[in-house]
């Protein structure tokens, strides 16, 4: 079964999304959440949203997001629990993010980089699974009693 991957992006992202998209549809299941049309104005947590919801509710469980940076998505997804999310610019994180901390979303520049390492950055996050060591599910736990701990005190 081909893994289910939602992308996104808003108009700072929006031009290595749709590439993106076109060179990894053919072996995932990849549903673009949008934007749809370029629009200067637009923001980026409303595309954040749409990929947290769809992985969150888990009709995707990988999502990709490219913003102008990377920055700004990295930071909206991260706010929501069951999401981690990480930057990456260079192949090694993208695959260790998972196989370490359990990465679930990538965050791209769509202004940084450019399509041929869009591509092998997805690859990596893609192609990775958790590893199940025992010490990378202690630190996911710790990560997640920060998470408790914070909601609990708010
Ligand atoms: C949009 O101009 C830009 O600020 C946004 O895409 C992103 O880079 C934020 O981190």
């Known amino acids: 079964m ?14 290595l999304k749709n590439e993106l998209y076109v060179r990894l549809k053919n072996k995932y299941e990849v549903v673009d959440l949008g934007a749809s049309a370029f629009d200067d104005n637009d923001d980026y947590p409303d595309f954040v949203m749409l990929v947290v919801r769809a992985i969150t509710s888990g009709q995707a469980e990988r999502g990709i997001l490219v913003c102008g940076s990377g920055v700004g998505a990295c930071i909206a997804a991260n706010k929501v629990p069951g999401i ?6 260079d192949t090694y994180s993208a695959h260790q993010g998972v196989e370490h901390d359990n ?6 520049g769509g202004r940084v980089i450019g399509i041929e390492l869009a591509v092998a ?3 990596a996050f893609l192609s990775s699974s958790f590893s199940e060591g025992e010490r990378h599910r202690r630190r996911l736990q710790k990560v997640l009693f920060i998470e408790k701990e914070f909601r609990r005190n708010e």
């Open 2 to 15: 081909k893994l289910r991957v939602c992308i996104a992006a808003d108009h700072g992202g929006f031009d």
């Open 103 to 108: 990465m679930n979303v990538l965050c791209l």
């Open 84 to 89: 981690r999310a990480g930057l990456c610019h």
């Open 121 to 123: 950055l997805a690859e």
